[in-house]
């Protein structure tokens, strides 16, 4: 009974919900990038360098309040030993970013639409 509760509670907050695009630009840009540190997570962490260590390395790039995280990744010789300029330009581009967070929303749309139309 829990369970059909919350569904029909998320199921009444999915059906109003609304995309601001223009508003998520804004946050991304506030945060300097850093809401953006996923993706260069994961791509430390599959050329070698171990998570733990890849997490601690966001975590103090993104503290640093000079510049933007792109900036800064780019400098930082432990990113650098592991990515190219490019690649790390790549993974923080924002319009790559929001439209992976797009994309991934519509599938959750797709799998939801029966209970919303319902």
């Keep these: 009974m829990l369970t059909d509760d919350l569904l029909g509670k998320l199921t009444d907050i999915f059906r109003d919900l609304r995309v601001d695009t223009d508003r998520m630009a804004a946050e991304v840009a506030r945060s300097g990038g850093a809401v953006m540190t996923e993706s260069l997570l994961l791509s430390l962490t599959s050329k070698g360098l171990a998570r733990a260590d890849a997490h601690e390395l966001l975590r103090a790039l993104t503290r640093d309040g000079s510049g933007s995280l792109l900036e800064r990744a780019k400098s930082d010789p432990t990113v650098r030993a592991h990515l190219?300029?490019?690649?790390?330009?790549s993974l923080l581009d924002p319009?790559?970013?929001?439209?992976?967070a797009a994309e991934k929303t519509d599938r959750i749309?797709?799998?939801l639409r029966p209970e919303l139309d319902r």
């Design 95 to 100: 319009a790559r970013y929001v439209a992976a």
């Design 109 to 111: 749309l797709a799998l």
């Design 84 to 89: 190219s300029v490019d690649e790390v330009e």
